[in-house]
T-cell receptor, first 113, second 113 residues
Framework: DQQVKQNSPSLSVQEGRISILNCDYTNSMFDYFLWYKKYPAEGPTFLISISSIKDKNEDGRFTVFLNKSAKHLSLHIVPSQPGDSAVYFC????????????FGKGTLLTVNP | AAGVIQSPRHLIKEKRETATLKCYPIPRHDTVYWYQQGPGQDPQFLISFYEKMQSDKGSIPDRFSAQQFSDYHSELNMSSLELGDSALYFCASILALQGNEQFFGPGTRLTVL
């Protein structure tokens, strides 16, 4: 039972354009959502997060949007750069869960020069 | 800044052997999490420790055990290894009072032959 779903295994965009990575979740107890970026042979690196009391959080080129009623969040990267090419994991934690993370299967983003 | 350290980075074992993976959290972090990522899969939560006590348990086989020591480093002990244990094992840490964003180590790649 995949509680966090990233339905696009891969995404390819041109440098300078917007990348939109999507994530859906099923567990209503999730109250904190995070995006991690992962390069091969490295551990996941924290990118940006959002609490369930917000619907948007922005940090430089990265913006995360949360639609609680649809149980959907998205990560926007604009403008996309070749160095953004990596696997992006959506993750969630539930109140009272000691912050343990439930991950999606990841989306491989390729930004073409 | 100091990051999460994991050792060894690579480990090759035979079936039925034992393995010990080590994790050194970021200084002052008091909570450690272990995750297992199989090939093409999302990281799955195994177990976590807060202040040297087990705080949560996920899909960790009975053949595995873990502990957190007084210096907050953690060890994951794996016995009677099976082929299916071949995976990347990540450790992450947080300072519980600061909450949700987990910082991951580079992982240990375990191969069971």
């Amino acid at each position: 039972d995949q509680q966090v779903k990233q339905n696009s295994p891969s995404l390819s965009v041109q440098e300078g354009r917007i990348s939109i990575l999507n994530c859906d979740y099923t567990n209503s107890m999730f109250d904190y959502f995070l995006w991690y970026k992962k390069y091969p042979a490295e551990g996941p690196t924290f990118l940006i997060s959002i609490s369930s009391i917000k619907d948007k959080n922005e940090d430089g080129r990265f913006t995360v949007f949360l639609n609680k009623s649809a149980k959907h969040l998205s990560l926007h990267i604009v403008p996309s750069q070749p160095g953004d090419s990596a696997v992006y994991f959506c993750a969630a934690s539930a109140l009272g869960s000691n912050y343990k993370l439930t991950f999606g299967k990841g989306t491989l983003l390729t930004v073409n020069p | 800044a100091a990051g999460v350290i994991q050792s060894p980075r690579h480990l090759i074992k035979e079936k039925r052997e034992t393995a010990t993976l080590k994790c050194y959290p970021i200084p002052r972090h008091d909570t450690v999490y272990w995750y297992q990522q199989g090939p093409g899969q999302d990281p799955q939560f195994l177990i976590s420790f807060y202040e040297k006590m087990q705080s949560d348990k996920g899909s960790i086989p009975d053949r595995f055990s873990a502990q957190q020591f007084s210096d907050y480093h953690s060890e994951l002990n794996m016995s009677s290894l099976e082929l299916g244990d071949s995976a990347l094992y990540f450790c992450a840490s947080i300072l519980a009072l600061q909450g949700n964003e987990q910082f991951f180590g580079p992982g240990t790649r375990l191969t069971v032959l």
